[in-house]
């Protein structure tokens, strides 16, 4: 076997107080697909920084092509061909996509940009990826699937010995992700090195040649996935018996709650639908086709062109999340940390932030007690990990942080709870814990409105789908209906027929 | 309920992190006492004491506005203009013999006006705070120069000197009016619904917002709120020079942005305590005080208030790097 690309050796991380990484060593093989998993906080985005030079280890070497490296620096990595593709995109929107794939590399003439040349070059790239996209076109009007495909032909542009890929899947739908599983294959042919980390676990099984398990900052085992199985994985990253399962619920449809009638905002256009006491609505579609817009629209949260929103039979007039709330229509949304959670504010503050006004005296002042034990109870209920009430939302796990804005939303009495994205970056165990209570709450009479671009989720947990395209709804899926490969047919077909 | 993870004991050995942010200002207060203690005569005074608690009062009585407001994410650039302008409005009614407590109310009423302009532009037109506020102090000044046509407006009534002047045993009123608004301040941040908002708009608007905040009801509170501490300020700056300055408050709004700043509150947002303001406002008086004391000159006092702020944000922002690492 040839030697290693990339070798890290004895890796520890301190941080005051915490251990991140304990003595891991790894190495990376040219034109191999190699998947790093592991529960939130197992070290794994340590381990990338520190691969990348945004972090430098407390002790051990790094080694590249048989050298070592002492003085790593995201500069310096980027020079060796180490490139990274995050979940998030990193583009100038109202840049174009020639200008993004090689921005501060601009090739100049007397000085100015030549914009021809840098949009052959960059074509060259995208044609090299196979994608059909016009350099000039700005990046906002693209989807964000395809932007994702721009980040990656952005990093293609330079050389590129190991990429690694933090996430990649987590914005893309199902025929997105076909398309970069295409490119990864292409890429490993070419021989480059590819560290994939991923929260799906299907997709290593598709994509991936080997697998390295990390479990609370350390390194467990490396397998080959031929070799493993997916309970064995989830084993050795909860350390427990666990399976990813949806768990069932027999449905009583009962009476209608939620009727919407052609609901049309900026970004969609003619949305109707029912939903009734108990049931678990699901959303399918493409990032982009309508589902989180719709969500938005119900929830006041995205400006009503027209259309009426009916609930338990009476019209009502939503203009702001905070009337939508008033009549019982929650929202969970789908960034977790920029739109569900304060970071900054405590598990308590959290909690009780909308519930605040009515645990307060007629002064105004909040009852320090009633808080408390509000707080509890949501915390016993929901199971909620936090050493105390003070901790800091941003100290929480993704999945604990999710039950403290649900939480927020069972205090306020409310009968229709929208998941958007639920358990996005979510680890195992927590996802199990979402769904649970999910299924509670649709046992006690909740309506449960779900948006996922996870299908075995949404199949998994929803009674009916609604599938949405292009701003639109365009069919709905109910009992033996839903199968993967019918929302798919209907989110992708009517997609060409508008093109 | 209370599970003891492993996280509660990393959280446990952070603690022991020294935290420079609130013990360093501390810190740099005392050596400053003791300079100035053994540099000057008088600075240890019980005059001196009593003439510094004056001076930082009103000081004092805006940085609880604008803490808020910084808070929140926001600034307001007019706080100074805004002393002024209640100075002089007051200081004219009163001298063309309204009633007093008239002339009060309605100086109160201007200055909740004033706050209400700042926030409707803000609202409606989406002008950032910086640049409204910016406006309006331009404007206001200009406002405040044509009603007094340049000149201080004298002869106030005897009796209201005793806001500025006066003093209930050896404690000045004006402190005590300072102390009275520093506690509803932080009652009204720590213990109502009206302050998590503010918190929780600073911290992340967009979450605010989806957690059933009208974004704007508590912006117009908020800055109306200023308005009227920028107001109860004005008349006590009044009632201590007694007579309405055209100058009056200029300058003030930098005073009290740096003793915020000192105190901690992050200048983005979403962070920050009253509690430590108060020293932030009591650093900015005793340097003011003894940099007189020691005859230093007016030029150079503003070079030194400038380095004090520069410090302030730099230690500001170490800190709070240090302690993403912590958490990364």
Known sequence: MDSPILELKNITKLYPGVVALDNVSLCFRKGEVHAIVGENGAGKSTFIKIITGAIKQTSGQLFFEGKEITDNSPQKAIELGITTIYQEINLFQNLSVAENIYYNRYDTKYGLINFKELEIKAKTVLDKLGVDINPSELVKSLTVGYQQLVEIAKSLSRTVKVMIMDEPSACLTNNELKYLFDIVKRLREEGVAIIYISHRLEEIFQICDKVSVFRDGHYIKTMDVAETNKSELIRLMVNRELTESYPCIQLQKGEKVLEVKNLTTEFIKDVSFSAYKGERLGFAGLVGSGRTETARAIFGADKLLSGEIYVHGKKVNIYSPEDAIKKGIVLIPEDRKKQGVFLYRSVRDNIVFSYAPKIANLLGIISKKKECTVCDEQISKLSIKTPSLEQLARNLSGGNQQKLVLGKWLLMNCDIIIFDEPTRGIDVGAKQEIYQLMNELSENGKVIIIISSELPELIGMSDRIIVMSEGRKIGELEGRDITQERILELASETRRIVK | ?328
């Open chain 2, 1 to 328: 309920m209370i599970t003891e993870t492993k996280k509660s004991e990393r959280i446990a050995i952070n603690k022991y992190n020294f935290d420079w942010s609130s013990t360093g200002i501390i810190m740099a207060l005392i050596v400053m006492c003791i300079i100035f203690s053994v540099t000057t005569k008088s600075f240890l005074s019980p005059n001196n004491f009593a003439n510094i608690s004056r001076q930082i009062s009103i000081v004092g009585i805006c940085a609880v506005g604008m803490t808020m407001v910084i808070l929140t994410g926001g600034i307001d650039l007019s706080i100074g203009s805004l002393i002024g302008l209640t100075s002089v409005t007051a200081a004219t009614m009163m001298s063309n013999e309204f009633p007093i407590w008239i002339a009060v109310l309605l100086t109160l009423l201007l200055g909740v006006a004033v706050g209400a302009l700042n926030a409707a532009i803000i609202n409606i037109f989406k002008v950032p705070p910086i640049i409204t506020t910016l406006g309006t102090m331009i404007s206001l000044r200009g406002v405040v120069y044509i009603i007094t046509g340049g000149m201080p407006i004298y002869g106030l009534p005897e009796k209201f000197k005793v806001l500025g002047q006066g003093s209930i045993g050896i404690i000045p009123i004006s402190v005590i009016i300072m102390v009275i608004v520093f506690v509803f301040g932080y009652v009204l941040l720590n213990k109502t619904p009206f302050g998590r908002r503010i918190y929780g708009i600073g911290g992340s608007q967009e979450t605010a917002r989806l957690s059933g905040v009208n974004i704007q009801k508590e912006i117009y509170k908020l800055y109306m709120l200023v308005g009227f501490l920028g107001a109860v300020a004005g008349m006590i700056l009044m009632s201590r020079v007694n007579s309405g300055q055209p100058s009056a408050g200029d300058g003030y709004e930098m005073d009290i942005i740096t003793a915020v700043v000192l105190g901690g509150v992050s200048v983005s947002g979403g962070e920050g305590k009253l509690s430590k303001v108060i020293i932030g406002v009591i650093f900015m008086g005793v340097l003011a005080n003894g940099m007189m004391m020691l005859n230093i000159n007016e030029y150079w006092q503003r070079v030194v208030k400038g380095v004090v702020l520069l410090l302030a944000v730099i230690i500001d922002i170490r800190s709070r790097e240090r302690k993403s690492v912590v958490k990364a």
